[in-house]
């Protein structure tokens, strides 16, 4: 795991307010085995961990009221001891050090002390959005088909010829003219075979599946569905889809088991908008079509940098070291969000090494772990104004990982600052970087996905909260382990379900962010 700054010391209020949370949702104690659980009712309050982590960040400001919570009593509105409104957010409040009893410069403050405000969680996504597009646009180029898996549609796709191409044979069995029962030919009509004469009232071809229909067939009587009488002529069986008997002749429906010319494009139809992501069955539509190559949108790039000297890349955690899991586990999800990840480097806390790599950077988004609530090791903020970045989102009302950050380095360079916990650093990769990605590369924005929850979802008081959820039927079964440090729930999960401030109750229907499984490119 990574933790870093404020995230990673257990004196700050960021992870009283998250353990606080984290307990609430455990069913009862610490330890159980994971499993597609709902969270527990909010009256399972007896932990003295949680009492001691929401007392610490009791809020006496009279003027800072808070949204009543769906979850309290009639009348009730925000709890006295419900954590500071987002505008005194816990990470850019001076710190309580709990062990000398002194207090630390504000995380978050500038040197002169002035504080910013986080940025609500939908309005930082939109954000994330405009900012891409702001940046000019890549030239498309044209791939073969064999290397085009994952990338997406610069232009429409258009078919080139109908399709079907022709009259083809939908069955094995025998194409036929007019009413049965039919004389047959000797020859037999195969797939890849040029025109055949055409066929007159009464007879009849054997034909095979994909078979080039000849002229004047009316119908194709499948091989289960005819047989030759004593006079070798094909009769069709009574159980023959579409066939009537009338005077001892057989008659199919017009047109029965042919796949007509056009049937399922013509020629200058669209059948794909850009956007489309390729995926195989795409790359079959396109060779169908008659497409060699494809105009796709290039991958934008990334460049990830690992920030923190406690970290490990391999062994177990020893000696105050912990495993790097995010170096594993960002490059892949960002290869799933349409990405070309051009770089990984292990920096530890070394401002000049990260001033050096930012500068370096040719990626279209640099991506920082750690290092973005401002603690005594904390390098990005200086960096960011070493390099005259603009501070686009510093901070979002979202629960786990308010801390992160969005900046605009260049014309066309971001820069997004995730914090160094696991499940804060998915939060800030699917609140800023995926619709930052997903404009960047041109993909089509995916449709709102909601279900209804299977039980209650404790919220915070002002802030949205990503909630790992596993997807049962119709519903969304909260799950445990949803801590800022944890990866358990977000390893079982389906989806990230957006809880508004307050929490929600069962059966409430809330927007889910789909998770990029199975992951592609």
Known sequence: MTGRGAQGHLDTEERHVEEALAVA???????????????????????????????LVRDPDPHAPGPASPLAGPGA???????????????????????????????????????????????????????????????????PLDTALGLVLAAPLTALTDLPSFDTSAMDGWGVAGPGPWDVRDEGILAGHAEHAPLGDGEAVRIATGARVPPGTTAVLRSEHGHTDDKGRLQATPQASGSARAGGTSTLAHGQDI????????????????????????????????????????????????????????????????????????????????????????LGDDAEALFQAVTSSRADLIVTTGGTASGPVDHVHPTLRRVGAELLVDGVKVRPGHP??????????????????????????????????????GRMEPEPCTLALSDVVHGHPYDTRLVPVAVRADHAVPLHYNGPAMLRGIAAADALAVVPPGGARRGVELELLDLPWPWVG
């Open 25 to 55: 949702n455990e069913s009862g104690g610490r330890g159980r085995p994971q499993e597609a659980r709902p969270a527990p009712p909010s009256e399972e309050r007896g932990d003295p961990d949680l009492d001691e982590a929401l007392a």
């Open 77 to 143: 509105g925000a709890p006295a001891s419900a954590p500071r409104p987002t505008g005194h957010d816990e990470a850019h409040e001076p710190v309580v050090d709990r062990a000398a009893g002194n207090r630390s410069p504000a995380a978050g403050a500038s040197k002169h002390g002035a504080r910013h405000t986080a940025t609500p969680w939908p309005e930082a996504r939109a954000v994330a959005e405009r900012a891409a597009r702001s940046v000019p646009r890549r030239e498309p180029v044209r791939v």
């Open 259 to 346: 796949r007509p010319r056009g049937q399922e494009c013509h020629s200058g139809d669209q059948l794909l908008p850009p956007g489309t992501q390729v995926t195989p069955a795409v790359l079959g539509l396109a060779a169908a079509a008659g497409y060699d190559t494809l105009t796709v949108q290039p991958r934008p790039r990334a460049e990830v940098l690992v920030l923190g000297d406690e970290l490990l890349s391999e062994g177990v955690p020893k000696d105050g070291l912990i495993r790097d899991a995010l170096g594993p586990m960002l490059p892949p999800w960002l290869r799933a969000l349409g990405v070309d990840v051009v770089a990984v480097r292990r």
């Open 404 to 441: 992160m950050l969005l900046a605009h380095m260049r014309e066309d360079q971001h820069l997004v600052g995730l914090p160094g916990n696991p499940l804060a650093a998915v939060s800030g990769l699917l609140t800023l970087a995926e619709p930052l990605l997903r404009i960047l590369g």
